[in-house]
């Protein structure tokens, strides 16, 4: 056991802070009334993949330099090999680019195409498919939803219904009807990777297929969804009559699922959450210390230090559940159940986390608006914020379920 | 490298200790020794001194393995999660370590190879209310022609009965200057009372009525006690989190055998969602509860700051060994009510170790002190 850093470790660390303070764009600054992003790695108000398509050039330009600029050293995709636009690095190292960045206050860029869809493709894609796609991707040029989810499909996700068929015999297509819904960042998307049926006769896990469908394809339709706090992460998407080629699937047809398992199999390290849950409390200690703040009428009670004192404490547990995944992935390979530890503990403390701030501001805790509110409001608008952690990417009875059956070995329902 | 995995020789130690005590269980665990009057097994004690337990973090002149403090954890890890009832975490975290560090030349030749050889100590810290806080004692050495003459009571000793020495911190001078003193453990003047207390390990009162302490038997400069006070708790302390999370481990290993075996409505227990969802959340306190404690441990092994860790460790430890017991009874049902399962010795374990070297919202004021609170 060892938590020391060795100093090419640790020179990566400053390697890294002294990159985000020379390369991030200064043009790049946060949207205030951003609500977007839900992803745990993004620093407040900053939501990459709706930036670089922004309105606003300065902030779009911002969003693509900024890219450019990881993308030139492979930190867009750290763990993939440097053949594909990736820099090779260790999980460990990864770990450390990705706390240095949340500590820097700079967006991550790509989540979810480098995170998810790079590991599967490296896995189970076609050497066609993986120069097609991830140079793309690790450049910060193309960017990826996940359409699992649908209307009648949640945690059995295996009951989904968006079909698939062979346009006919000898055709080089399929041909795609149907719905997927609470896809993160859709509406940014410019390639979508869904799980579709292509035989509705098989047992329901064995006739899925897996497919890499172009977002500009005709007959697809990507509608935002407004979330309870007005603002819109994610989409759901209609699929009429779409035209997919054969050559736009990942593995065998039938065998998505198992395809589709290893992807959510390539778990985050949940680093990001820690790092913002540290600077979110930090701040909130400095507020109560200096009373004489204006707008920041905290409420400095021993039951309260109490409390932010167990928050501060849960920290630093989940800190180390995250670095012990990265740990086991870097020793072992593969992260064990207790990846789903660590994502279920973050996920329960940021509740807690929201709920405790919130509690410091007696009445101010219900402003809503960023001007004039004490922290500008951080904790109200993380109380909703951490509705949504304990469903998305597996609700935490599905994850305590996998821990019980897959970590404990108790016998499945 | 940053890595939180045992290593090869960690392994090692680890699997050895588990061996062992997994075999010796049923002669020397908490059930066995419940009416030793010694409260742990002499015979199981002899075979440690044997594979050289006590002595694996003493330094090699005195008779030891030169090992660290985070390798003895590892023990103490195991003697929880077996519930196996030793002096060695008193004889060692509390006394012996802190004799290594504060302790002259001499007391370190004569004290750390007798520990080596298989005598025990303990650790008095009698403060006034049993407050964590309290910087007093209730044991007051006067001085006495060249030593000292010791008076007062002490409460909750852990192992006083059967420990060759007591390292005791006594008041000397005003109510506030302390000083740790080697005390015989004999007659005249020192009884030991055992207290019927929760936990396994044995407890004592201890009283002191004009015992006569020589003057080379402090432990460090006269009024310096509360730094080796400090020492003893805060390496009892993360000694506790290992033995806690080793406690924690045991009951969810228990517990996760029981519900795939339990059979109801035709099916294992373990199979249903509510169950498997305790046993989820077990597992996240028991995985919590190491890192923290190991964090801490391995921090003092290196010689580095812990303080905040150790109390962050025992703070979450505390506590989360407790829910672990309390979700385990759940899950058991009525057998683990009863006293003919063993599941009530790790409930009472993690009731007494909560308790021991401050509770949590002991520690949890120490964080928010540290926080600037
Ligand atoms: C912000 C956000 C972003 C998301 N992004 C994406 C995305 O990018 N791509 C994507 O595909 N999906 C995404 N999702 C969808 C997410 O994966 C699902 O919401 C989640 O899997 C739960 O499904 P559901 O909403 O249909 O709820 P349901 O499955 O209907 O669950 C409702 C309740 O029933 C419980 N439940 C269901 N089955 C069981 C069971 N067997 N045992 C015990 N309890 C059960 C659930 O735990 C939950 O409490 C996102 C969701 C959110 C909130």
């Known amino acids: 056991m060892n938590w020391e850093e060795t100093p090419d470790e640790r020179d990566f660390r400053h390697e890294v802070r002294a990159f985000a303070r020379e390369r991030f764009p200064v043009g790049y600054g946060p949207d205030p009334e951003a609500e977007h992003s839900l992803e745990p790695e993004d620093v407040w108000g900053y939501d990459w993949p709706a930036d670089r398509l922004s309105r606003d050039p300065a902030r779009r330009a911002g969003a693509r330099a900024w890219a450019a600029a990881l993308a030139e050293r492979g930190w867009i995709a750290p763990g993939w090999p440097v053949e594909y636009g990736g820099a090779g690095l260790s999980a460990m190292r990864e770990f450390i680019l990705r706390e240095e960045m949340m500590r820097a206050g700079v967006p991550t860029v790509n989540g979810i195409g480098a995170m998810l869809l790079g590991p599967t493709l490296l896995e189970y894609g076609t050497e066609e498919q993986r120069a097609a796609h991830l140079p793309g991707i690790a450049r910060g040029e193309t960017t990826w939803a996940q359409g699992f989810s649908e209307p009648g499909a949640g945690s059995d996700l295996a009951s989904l219904r968006t079909r698939a068929v062979c346009a006919g015999p000898g055709s080089g297509s399929y041909l795609v009807n149907g719905q997927k819904v609470w896809t993160s960042s859709a509406q940014y998307a410019d390639w979508l990777f869904v799980l579709v049926r292509t035989d509705p006769e098989a047992p329901k896990h064995k006739g899925i297929t897996f497919l890499l469908i172009d977002a500009s394809s005709p007959g697809v339709a990507i509608r935002p969804v407004q979330d309870m706090r007005g603002a819109t992460p994610f989409a759901e998407i209609f699929f009429d009559d779409v035209s997919v080629p054969v050559a736009n699937r990942v593995g065998a047809e039938n065998q998505g699922w198992y395809v589709a398992m290893a992807a959510l199999g390539f778990e985050r390290a949940g680093i990001g959450a820690t790092v913002k849950f540290e600077q979110v409390l930090s701040r909130l200690v400095g507020c109560l210390r200096s009373e004489k703040e204006p707008g920041c009428p905290g409420r400095d009670t021993a039951v309260l230090r109490h409390e932010i004192a167990q928050r501060y404490i849960e920290l630093r547990t989940q800190y180390n559940l995250a670095r012990h995944t990265a740990s086991q992935l870097e020793a072992v390979g593969i992260p064990g159940h207790e990846a789903s530890v660590s994502q279920l503990f973050g996920a329960e403390l940021h509740q807690r986390l929201a709920r405790t701030g919130a509690k410091a501001f007696g009445p101010y805790a219900q402003l809503w608006q960023r001007d004039g509110a004490p922290m500008e409001a951080a904790f109200a608008h993380m109380r909703f914020d951490a509705v949504a952690a304990t469903l998305l990417g597996g609700t935490t009875e599905i994850q305590r379920r996998v821990i019980a059956t897959r970590g404990l070995k108790l016998p499945k329902s | ?373």
């Not at chain 2, 750390?112 to 806080?133: C, E, F, I, M």
């Not at chain 2, 302490?213 to 006070?229: F, L």
């Not at chain 2, 080793?246 to 290993?253: E, H, P, T, W």
């Not at chain 2, 309390?326 to 683990?336: F, K, S, Y």
Request: charged share 20%; aromatic share 6%; proline share 5%.
């Open chain 2, 1 to 373: 490298m940053v890595d939180l995995t045992p290593t090869e020789e960690q392994r090692h130690i680890q699997a050895a200790a588990a061996d062992l005590l997994a075999a010796r269980s049923r002669e020397a665990g908490a059930r066995a020794v419940r009416a030793e009057p010694a409260g742990y097994s002499a015979e199981l004690w002899k075979e440690m001194t044997g594979l050289g337990w006590p002595g694996l973090a003493l330094p090699e002149e005195y008779g030891g393995a030169d090992g660290g403090f985070l390798e003895l954890c590892l023990l103490f890890e195991e003697l929880g999660r077996h519930q196996v009832p030793s002096p060695l975490l008193t004889t060692m975290a509390c006394a012996a370590l802190p004799i290594a560090r504060h302790g002259s030349a001499a007391q370190r030749a004569q004290w750390l190879r007798a520990v080596a050889q298989g005598r025990t100590l303990s650790y008095v810290r009698a403060a006034p209310r049993g407050d964590w806080n309290a910087t007093g004692s209730d044991v007051v050495a006067e001085p006495a022609g060249q030593g000292f003459r010791l008076h007062g009571t002490a409460l909750f000793v852990p192992y006083a009965g059967t420990a060759d020495a007591l390292l005791v911190i006594a008041r000397t001078g005003g109510p506030e200057e302390l000083t740790a003193l080697l005390v015989d453990n004999a007659p005249p003047g020192v009884r030991c009372e055992r207290l019927d207390v929760v936990g396994n390990d044995p407890h004592y009162r201890v009283d002191f009525t004009a015992v006569t302490v020589p003057g080379e038997r402090a432990v460090g400069a006269v009024g310096s006690g509360r730094t080796v006070a400090g020492t003893a708790a805060e390496l009892g302390a993360a000694a506790t989190c290992a033995e806690m999370a080793g406690g924690a481990q045991g009951v969810l290993d228990m517990t996760v055998g029981h519900a795939r075996r339990r059979e109801q409505f035709g099916r294992p227990i373990g199979s249903f969602q509510a169950v498997q969802h305790h046993c989820a959340n077990m597992a996240v306190d028991v995985l919590g509860s190491r890192l923290g404690a190991y964090e801490s441990i391995w921090r003092l092994s290196q010689g580095l700051p812990a303080t905040m860790e150790v109390s962050l460790a025992k703070a979450w430890g505390s506590e989360a060994y407790q829910r672990v017991c309390a979700l385990g009874h759940q899950v058991h049902g009525a057998i683990g009510f009863t006293y003919e399962h063993d599941l009530h010795f790790f409930h009472r374990h993690a009731v007494a170790s909560a308790l021991a070297f401050g509770d949590a919202d002991h520690h949890i004021a120490r964080v928010t002190r540290y926080l600037g609170l």
